[in-house]
């Protein structure tokens, strides 16, 4: 189970719309699966300012940056997040083969009704998806 | 030269847990091979079969990513830092 306070929840759902109709992604950093801190990430995916509505690709040197802010905090990246702007909030093909963190939780946030954006959680190890449950703190 | 390679969460289970690892190395290939030594399978999880950095994992040395460098050939100096971090991406 991943817990995140709802305030954060938030952040992460309003850049994931800021983001559309590209696909938006971050990453969740805290402890012992409770979120603590929303890093809004860009999509860097064909080079253009507004990414891609079908890819999504963090910034190498941004990365960088967040892994060390997150290791000088003494946290651990939990959460890694991106959105599907037309699609079910399900891990795709893609999103599978270029799972590289079986620590953390996969958060996908679907924005095919932008008025009710739904997440869902998944862990993703050696290709193998299991649901993990969200929990939105008060 | 004597740099400290960070290691990623993911890879800490070839490298007994440690976040850290310091290295002898000239250039990030010979860094890589001396990993390899000491960490059987590493190279594998960082290289493609001919050798070359795969797409998705991405190395710097201190805050610049060896892409914007020399690549693999780039030469290490002591007291390198040498991060390495498989890229975050995906798609629909
Ligand atoms: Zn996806």
Partial sequence: ?138 | MSVKVRIPTPLQKMTKNQAEVTCQAATVTQMIDQLEKEYPGFKDRLCEKDGKLRRFVNIYINDEDIRFLQGEKTALKSGDEVSIIPAIAGGV
Avoid at chain 1, 24 to 32: M, T
Avoid at chain 1, 56 to 75: G, N, P
């Fill in chain 1, 1 to 138: 189970m991943l817990r995140i306070p709802s305030q954060l929840y938030q952040q992460m759902i309003d850049h994931c719309l800021q983001w559309y109709p590209s696909e938006a992604c971050g990453i969740l950093s805290g402890k012992k699966g409770k979120v603590e801190k929303v890093y809004r990430m860009k999509n860097a995916d064909d080079g253009s300012v507004k990414g891609s509505a079908v890819r999504y690709t963090m910034d190498s040197l941004e990365l960088l940056k967040v892994t060390q802010s997150i290791r000088r905090e003494e946290k651990e990246m939990i959460g890694i997040f991106h959105s599907h702007v037309a699609s079910e909030p399900y891990p795709s093909q893609t999103d599978i083969n270029l799972a590289f963190y079986p620590d953390a939780v996969y958060v996908i946030i679907s924005l095919k009704d932008r008025r009710c954006p739904v997440a869902r959680g998944y862990r993703v190890v050696e290709k193998e998806i299991t649901p993990e449950e969200l929990k939105v703190d008060l």
